[in-house]
């Protein structure tokens, strides 16, 4: 009777174990592991230290340079048979000068200038380097480009903070022809200007050492997106040059970023913007690009700030306190969310205010 007994209670048990163990694994096969995307890293190549020997010249010579040398003639861009006078500008510190002029331009949109940089050395003062820049009608810096032909510099008049005349000779080694141009400026206290070469907030020492900035949008201790960034090296450009792009990322196939045919939403909640009716994407979002000069052009990197405006100065106050709209799958059901974030590039900070994820199923939210 006890054997009967015990081959009953073994074949119960036999029985419990093979209706759960068929049970959990079809449950597991029906569940499929959540694949978290891998951020990549980037080797940026360092920039080459330039070599800048400046020729200090100290000698003065009759160059014939008068005061009506204060403008210099330019070709007009249309009809380079044209010509127009453009004025000397200057500005200058205490061991540095600049002297500037408009260019030729590029056209209806943009605006170009000729910039040559000098050195000053009490009594003597010699060329440093001289570039393009070009920029849009709203000051906007389209691009840095160094002039690569031969400049040599003749010093008719130099006195400290008061006069500098003379005249640039531009040598051209590709076709052999010379061009010199004259100047004449007075130096007036309104010109003085900090000019520098340096600028101590690059992106790498700013903002690189803080990403990525992951975000877990219903907190359950898995993160759905990242603020992450990229990077496209322009080494063979002269300056060289690096553009950063900020991006939020998706990490799963199951996380959606929300735009629409301006392009991905991220805005103050005052607009009340839907979820409804907008396109989605798991790639990439931009937020902002940096451009990264090499030195001695540092001076000129800039936010982009928006994705179809020209560059502006490095801040962009557009991304303080604002929103993205998300949207993430669970169990074949879409839940609407929102990502409240601050990037402020002047204070070298990000921050995620708030996320928000709609508990109801299919249902779309307004911020």
């Known amino acids: 009777m006890k054997i009967i007994r015990i081959k009953r209670y073994i074949l119960l048990f036999s029985s419990l174990?093979?209706?759960?163990?068929c049970c959990s694994k079809s449950n597991n096969e029906d569940i499929a592991p959540v694949k978290i995307k891998e951020l990549k890293t980037y080797e940026v190549i360092p920039f080459e230290v330039p070599t800048n020997n400046v020729e200090y010249i100290c000698e003065r010579?009759?160059?014939?340079?008068?005061?009506g040398?204060?403008?210099?003639?330019?070709?007009?861009?249309?009809?380079?048979?044209?010509?127009?006078?453009?004025?000397w500008n200057i500005k200058y510190s205490e061991n540095t000068l600049e002297l500037n002029h408009l260019s030729s331009g590029c056209g209806d949109e943009c605006v170009s200038w000729d910039i040559y940089k000098f050195k000053i050395d009490e009594n003597c003062i010699g060329l440093s380097y001289a570039y393009y820049r070009t920029q849009d009608f709203f000051d906007g810096i389209r691009d840095i480009e160094k002039i690569e032909t031969n400049i040599s510099l003749q010093v008719q008049n130099w006195i400290k903070n008061e006069h500098f005349s003379g005249q640039l000779v531009i040598s051209n080694p590709l076709d052999g022809t010379e061009k010199i141009k004259k100047f004449w400026v007075d130096i007036k206290p309104e010109n003085y200007s900090e000019l520098s070469e340096t600028n101590p907030l690059s992106f790498d020492d700013c903002l690189k050492s803080k990403l990525p900035l992951y975000i877990d949008l219903n907190n359950d201790n898995v993160n759905d997106f990242a603020i992450h960034?990229?990077?496209?090296?322009?080494?063979?450009?002269?300056?060289?040059?690096?553009?950063?792009?900020?991006?939020?990322v998706s990490l799963n196939e199951n996380n959606f970023i929300l735009y629409n045919r301006n392009g991905f939403i991220?805005?103050?909640?005052?607009?009340?913007?839907?979820?409804?009716?907008?396109?989605?994407t798991t790639n990439d979002s931009f937020l902002d690009v940096y451009t990264d000069f090499n030195l001695p052009y540092q001076e000129y990197s800039y936010w982009l700030r928006d994705i179809i405006a020209w560059s502006r100065p490095a801040t962009f106050p557009d991304l303080e306190n604002n929103y993205f709209l998300v949207k993430k799958i669970v169990n074949n059901k879409s839940f609407y969310g929102w990502i409240n974030f601050t990037i402020d590039t002047n204070n070298c900070s990000y921050q995620i205010h708030e996320t928000f994820l709609n508990s109801e199923p299919d249902k779309h939210i307004i911020i």
């Open 17 to 21: 174990f093979m209706i759960f163990f």
């Open 61 to 67: 010579k009759d160059l014939g340079v008068t005061k």
């Open 69 to 87: 040398d204060s403008t210099t003639i330019v070709p007009y861009y249309f009809d380079m048979s044209l010509t127009s006078e453009k004025l």
């Open 229 to 248: 960034y990229n990077v496209q090296q322009y080494l063979n450009k002269s300056p060289q040059r690096n553009k950063y792009a900020i991006n939020l």
């Open 266 to 280: 991220h805005s103050n909640k005052e607009n009340n913007i839907t979820t409804e009716n907008k396109d989605e």
